[in-house]
């Protein structure tokens, strides 16, 4: 009579490869993994309640914090939220550059992926390589909002400060250089015996399975759904770009590796589109009782700084209603859910994070692994602890 | 108009007892409905409707209203690409509601999430605990009757007064 007794393994809160303060409990007969519990909530800051007493734009630097690692991705669901609770129609500069930085945004997010990721079954290079290139978006993101990280940029009806002198330029750069780079990522991983072995057919989920789950982005496209908001419910102006949106067929780790390998270079491509399409004009819209004035104006004459006070200390009202914003976070649907009683601050705002739901999988691709498949696992959902506890 | 929309119409005709609200806002169809069939109606919208991706639940506190709670299902269809609200009324006498994680499994933990933050029971819930507070946590912090600086404490004033 075999010993039918498990043992529990506790992983984390504080572990390496469970990307921030998660913790698994794990029950396991000998190596292979009967049960994951995950614990979350380490993290959790109460963005939600603190928004309910923040005017629109005071909750801007608070979307920052949710997905560190892809901000203005963030900060893109939430103007766009309100945007469609004040009916407001944003010029297309500030359309154009939203969705430069939304793709370079993806781009940043998607190295941290594949560093990480890799870091995690063995493979250390990549790590090294893909931050270095990291940081060429990092230093572009500084000289546009000031901060690395946390860039807090768009507003409600466009962008903070128009792009400094030179962005072209920079961007051109990023779009020459980026393909070489994930030519090297691909060349150090996609024929790696180690890596293959490890990632092809773990963490199965199939694509029924994944939308019963919940699964979106490109975890869901790697179990070979054919589905991208950018493309299917267009936002801040995506219908004007051509791109492809990659699917997968196998629905394991190595099929996900390969759809965000080829996301990536699908963002380049929109970028460059994008940045042709860059055309000289206004940044923010045509709506005094909603954007601040100029700084020239705020400065130089009394109307103008009584404007900017009076946006900034007492907000804008909004219309009473209720809408919900999707938009295509490197990680997966980023929804804001706004009801409005026609104050000044959100009734409720709900975030809804890809990451809290792509997590929730984890018990159904886990169970019957080894156990040092389940940090494959983890880095294939290419979570964020930041936007799961929230 | 919401009048038109694909899922309101075969609602209407199936559940038309318990629809109480049918509203549209820039763009997006919201509909209410009583909380005693919720399970059917979205078992319908599901298999019937192909609204096969439960996106969200949360739910939105108004205090001093009755029904005081509404649940708020954000649901997608991925083959039709459209999305509906349905919202369902739980008062504050009888706070539960019953578990769609029949329908979709998504609804498990976001079903936690709503019965940490506002208290609201999810009727033959598989795993009914808290997620994000602590387990030992007294109070549901997204009421609109919990004070945003916790319990027991002097309200924040802003650090010049």
């Given at each position: ?5 498990t043992?529990t ?7 390496p ?12 007969d ?29 909750t ?23 945007e469609?609770l ?31 990721h890799?870091?995690?079954i063995?493979?250390m ?16 993101y ?35 250089t ?5 030519d ?17 057919g773990?963490?199965i ?23 991208d908001?950018r ?13 492809k949106v ?11 590796y ?18 042709k399409n ?9 709506a ?37 914003q999707?938009?295509?976070a ?25 990451s ?23 880095g ?11 | ?10 609602l209407?005709?199936r559940?038309a ?6 509203k ?35 739910a939105?506190d ?17 083959p ?18 019953d ?8 609804a ?9 933050l ?12 808290r ?31």
């Amino acid at each position: 009579m075999a010993n039918k007794e498990t043992m529990t393994v506790n992983m984390g809160p504080q572990h390496p490869s469970t990307h921030g303060v998660l913790r698994l409990v794990i029950e396991l007969d000998g190596e292979i993994i009967e049960k994951v519990t995950p614990h979350i909530g380490y993290l959790h800051r109460g963005v939600e309640k603190l928004s309910e007493h923040r005017t629109y734009h005071q909750t801007i630097p608070l979307t920052d914090r949710l997905d560190y690692l892809a901000p203005m991705s963030n900060n893109l669901g939430y103007v766009l939220a309100v945007e469609k609770l004040l009916g407001l129609q944003i010029p297309e500069r500030a359309e154009t550059v939203r969705v430069i930085l939304a793709e370079l945004t993806r781009l940043k997010s998607h190295l941290v992926w594949i560093a990480c990721h890799a870091l995690d079954i063995g493979a250390m290079t990549v790590f090294i390589y893909a931050f270095r290139e990291r940081e060429k978006i990092m230093e572009l993101y500084e000289k546009i909002s000031g901060a690395r990280m946390t860039s807090n940029y768009f507003r409600v009806g466009g962008l903070s400060s128009d792009v400094y002198p030179g962005f072209e330029k920079d961007v051109q750069e990023i779009i020459d250089t980026f393909p070489g780079y994930i030519d090297t990522y691909e060349g150090l991983l996609t024929k790696n015996t180690i890596w293959l072995q490890r990632t092809i057919g773990n963490g199965i989920i199939s694509a029924e399975d994944a939308i019963d789950a919940g699964i979106t982005g490109p975890a869901l496209r790697g179990s070979g759904v054919d589905w991208d908001l950018r493309r299917d419910n267009p936002y801040t102006g995506y219908e004007k770009y051509s791109f492809k949106v990659p699917v997968g067929e196998k629905c394991d780790t190595f099929d996900r590796y390969k759809v965000r390998l080829i996301e990536m270079r699908e963002a380049i491509k929109i970028v460059s589109q994008a940045l042709k399409n860059l055309k000289p004009g206004p940044i923010l819209a045509d709506a005094p009782q909603v954007v601040y004035p100029s700084k020239e104006s705020t400065y130089n004459s009394i109307e103008g700084l009584i404007h900017h006070f009076k946006i900034a200390s007492e907000g804008f009202p909004v219309p009473e209603g209720e809408v919900y914003q999707g938009v295509e976070a490197p990680k997966g649907e980023l929804g804001y859910y706004i009801v409005s009683d026609g104050g000044n601050k959100p009734y409720r705002m709900r975030v809804r994070p890809p990451s809290f739901v792509n997590l929730s999988a984890i018990e159904k691709m886990a169970k019957g692994a080894m156990i040092a498949d389940l940090v494959a696992v983890i880095g294939t959902l290419d979570i964020v602890l930041g936007e799961i506890d929230r | 108009m919401a009048e038109n929309n694909r899922a309101v119409i075969k609602l209407k005709e199936r559940f038309a007892a318990d629809i109480v609200e049918v509203k549209e806002f820039r763009g997006e169809v919201t509909v209410t409905v009583k909380k005693e069939n919720i399970v059917e109606i979205c078992n319908f919208l599901k298999t019937t409707l192909a609204y096969n991706l439960l996106t969200d639940v949360t739910a939105v506190d108004y205090l001093g209203q009755e029904p005081r709670f509404l649940v708020v299902y954000n649901i997608y269809s991925i083959p039709n690409k459209d999305r509906l609200r349905v919202k369902a009324q739980v008062s504050e006498s009888d706070c539960s509601i019953d578990t769609v994680t029949k329908v979709w499994s998504t609804a498990d933990w976001l079903e936690r999430e709503v019965f940490d933050l506002f208290g609201i029971t999810f009727n033959n819930h598989p795993d009914l605990r808290r997620i994000l507070m602590t387990d030992d946590w007294v109070g549901h912090p997204l009421r609109k009757d919990y004070p945003l600086q916790g319990p027991d404490r002097e309200p924040y004033k802003g650090r010049l007064s």
